[in-house]
């Protein structure tokens, strides 16, 4: 098989530089604009990507990585796995549609992390009534349009052991990966229309590999590609991994008769030259860290490259993953100051340093001599910077004992938190309400320059204003203020701290056509002035019922920012905790007697190995509890988790010890509930009764439903009554419908206990 390509990536952006992609999906979906004219925004879009990477020189590109909503439902549409109640959807584009945001009728699929990222993937249902069948459309066709334009493509597909292991099983006996033997005819097949087509090369991702597996799980990895390399007419077969290490799956895969392995080598610790099979391969080397946004240290990279060179069959030079994770480029940045922007590499920047190492590994470091030079004095330069060392913070936390990371007893607490007067059931929301079109004029009309700040505080309170005219109408027990000033529950907090840089248009994908710009901590963290109060206790001014105050919580601003990779992320937790700590004592101190604290990211930053989860759950935790200590017991501390594998860290949960603790729960029919049941949770609990990714307006009987389950499991002193999630992305009439029926539901259910 042909080895000879030697710089790729292992996956590319596809929302558009200027979120093209986002804009098209959405008014599709609003009915603006046809099918022809959105699939002709992703070819648009497609084109761009490629001819940009090949004009930085890589002489592999990745084809099939661009998606419509998300790669894992492409692949269940590739499989034949879509779930069966949207199988009456004639349209295949929206039935797709219908299978990523349900419709009035048809509930969606979960959605949940992909890996340890921020990236939202849909989940796979897989019942005994699944019938995989392969629908090879969409790869083929982008392979033509690739090869039409010269694009020397490679084909890339999710591969079968992570689609099953990432899949959802619904009914039936045994595991998800005991049907791999049902899939393994279509990914043949495949692989002969992929020959047949042109293609040299694909890639089968395999990620899943990269948390702990099973011996059994690894005898199944070495059947299925022993069994795919044995296929005679198909392309070389790359096998794809990033996130971590490949572990005992490493030797598996080197021992099948596969053609190539790409490994992370910056988040994974592999020992290459002791896997004898690695000889006969031709490895990919994921050396450019394709998940933050640090420029590479091109002779350190370079380094690790040259040790692999005895070991290996042949060697590429590659990102550690798919360039999804990151921006675009850094030119679409006019506000960068030097040198932060010398010690940066988005995701143009990055195909460009995998082939400057590339050139390097073949002809040495007089090749690319300025660009090690330029390099090297960044990386100085970045080093050397006092922003990023603030001895008088660090003493701060030096000084910290275990006694500032908690507060009373939950009893004790409960106690002085009773002359909040609450009823049975208390109904609130999560936080934000839908950014209508005039909150987004005006924060257009501010950065223009339109208008000042005085005009802007004042319409941000004029929306402020009708949110809680609208809640106090509606009925809601505990108000929020709305959130209309926040342009991100992570950004809004970065652009006041010190020690973050927030990005003009660093866009990535979260999920579907949600696009964030998280922003860079570059430095040491500090809060120069109070974030929130100004907005929180005008709300709070407006009505007798208690509001909310709503911070985002440390390890979720980690989470979705680009972080430090210069100092352990326990250290960088702890000084963003106390600049929370200090927020929420000035929130107490002007009268706030209820303060969230979101971390919907807990679950997204554990290892995927076992051996590494405790010691990040422990600082995770303790990073909230210091957070969150400053406070008084009669003040009531409430904190928000969505879309994750609750189970994962359910002790971590019940560990963050808040008050009320509120989780995604409607797609997943309240099973998070037992869970916490298991590890003695008693606190309270808002399990969420109304899913706000979905178009669907949830019925009074269908809440009152789930309420009745969640009381199954929950007494309802501790039981609280919620949506899943924030509204901001859902409009203002479906949201003031959803939460009417949420309203009606508690009282009705109220009125029966």
């Known amino acids: 098989m042909d080895t000879t390509f030697t710089a790729t990536v292992l996956g590319s952006p596809r929302i558009g530089p200027r979120r093209e992609l986002k804009r098209a999906v959405e008014a599709y979906w609003a009915g603006r604009i046809g099918a022809d004219a959105l699939l002709a925004t992703g070819a648009e879009l497609r084109a761009g990507m490629w001819a940009q990477q090949q004009a930085a020189g890589l ?40 299978a990523a945001r349900g419709t009035d009728t048809v509930a969606p699929l979960e959605m949940t992390k992909w890996f340890d990222t921020n990236y939202h993937y849909l989940v796979p249902e897989i019942s005994p009534g699944t019938r995989f069948a392969l629908d090879p459309s ?6 033509a349009e690739a090869r039409a334009q010269d694009v020397p493509a490679r084909p890339a597909v999710i591969g079968p052991v992570t689609f099953l292991l990432l899949s959802k099983k619904v009914d039936g006996s045994g595991t998800l990966l005991d049907r791999v033997d049902e899939l393994l005819p279509l990914y043949a097949e495949l692989l002969g229309l992929l020959a047949e087509a042109g293609a040299e090369w694909v890639q089968i991702d395999e990620p899943a590999l990269v948390a702990d597996r099973t011996a ?6 070495r059947r299925v590609y022993d069994e795919l390399a044995a296929v005679v007419q198909r392309p070389a077969i790359l096998v794809a991994s990033y996130f971590g290490s490949l572990g005992d799956a490493l030797p598996a895969l080197a021992a099948t008769g596969i053609d190539g392995i790409a490994v992370d080598l910056v988040a994974g610790a592999d020992t290459l030259a002791t896997v004898p099979g690695l000889a006969r391969k031709h490895v990919v080397a994921g050396v450019v860290d394709g998940r933050n ?16 060179l005895g070991s290996v069959g042949s060697l590429a030079v590659s990102t550690s993953c798919s360039l999804l ?31 400057t190492l590339a050139t390097a590994l073949r002809q040495g470091l007089d090749a690319v001599v300025g660009a090690v030079d330029a390099g090297r004095a960044a990386l100085r330069s970045r080093r050397e910077d006092p922003r990023l060392h603030d001895q008088s913070l660090r003493a701060r936390i030096d000084a910290l004992t275990s006694g500032t990371r908690g507060r009373g007893g939950a009893d004790i607490r409960r106690k002085a938190q009773r002359g909040l007067g609450l009823p049975l059931l208390p109904t609130t929301t999560i936080g934000s309400y839908p950014q209508t079109r005039e909150i987004r004029v005006a924060r257009a009309d501010l950065r223009k ?15 402020i204003a009708e949110v809680v005219a609208l809640q106090e109408e509606l009925g809601l027990d505990v108000l929020v203020h709305g959130e209309p000033e926040r342009n991100d529950m992570v950004q809004y907090f970065a652009e006041q701290l010190g020690g973050f840089f927030a990005t003009e248009n660093g866009w990535v994908q979260s999920y579907g056509s949600r696009c964030v710009r998280p922003p860079i901590l570059y430095g040491d963290v500090r809060r120069p002035a109070p974030m929130t109060t100004e907005w929180i206790t005008y709300a709070q001014s407006l009505t007798e019922k208690p509001v909310k105050g ?5 390890v979720t601003i980690l989470a979705w920012s680009f972080v430090r990779d210069d100092q352990p992320l326990a250290e960088t937790a702890d000084q963003v905790a106390l600049a929370i700590r200090d ?8 009268g706030i007697r209820i303060i969230q604290v979101d971390e919907p990211a807990l679950r997204e930053l554990l290892p995927l190995r076992a051996a590494d989860q405790q010691a990040y759950l422990d600082w995770a935790v303790g990073a909230f509890r210091l957070a969150t200590s400053g406070v008084a017991d009669s003040t009531q501390i409430h904190t928000h988790l969505c879309y994750s594998e609750f189970g994962e860290v359910i002790e971590a949960i019940a560990g963050l010890d808040a008050d009320v603790t509120s989780l995604e729960a409607a797609r997943s029919h309240m099973e998070v509930l037992g869970d916490l049941n298991e590890v003695g949770f008693d606190l309270g609990v808002g399990p969420g009764v109304y899913d706000i990714h979905s178009p669907r307006v949830p019925g009074v009987d269908e809440i009152a439903s789930l309420l009745k389950e969640a009381l199954a499991a929950v007494p309802a002193e501790r039981l609280w009554v919620n949506p899943d999630c924030g509204l901001k992305t859902r409009g203002v009439a479906e949201t003031t419908e959803s939460l009417r029926h949420l309203v009606e539901a508690a009282r009705s259910v109220r009125a029966g206990l």
């Not at 506000?335 to 460009?352: H, Q, T």
């Not at 927020?583 to 002007?590: G, H, I, S």
Request: glycine share 6%.
């Open 293 to 308: 946004v640090w420029r590479t240290d091109l002779e350190r990279a370079l380094g690790t490259l040259v040790t692999l």
């Open 449 to 463: 320059g339109v208008i000042d700040d005085a005009e802007y505080r004042r319409r941000m309170q004029s929306q």
């Open 138 to 143: 969409k790869l083929l066709g982008e392979l």
């Open 59 to 98: 002489d592999a590109i990745p084809v099939g990585t661009f998606s419509h909503y998300d790669q894992m439902l492409d692949t269940a549409v590739m499989l034949g796995a879509l779930p069966e109640r949207v199988s009456d959807i004639d349209d295949p584009l929206d039935r797709y549609f219908a």
């Open 325 to 355: 994770h990151v921006p675009y480029t850094l030119d679409a940045e006019t506000g960068l100051e030097e040198p932060l922007r010398s010690w940066l590499a988005f995701g143009a920047e990055k195909s460009v340093e995998v082939v």
């Open 583 to 590: 927020e929420t004592v000035d929130l107490q101190a002007a």
């Open 550 to 554: 709503m911070l985002t919580g440390p």
């Open 216 to 221: 059994d799980d690894i005898a199944v990895v």
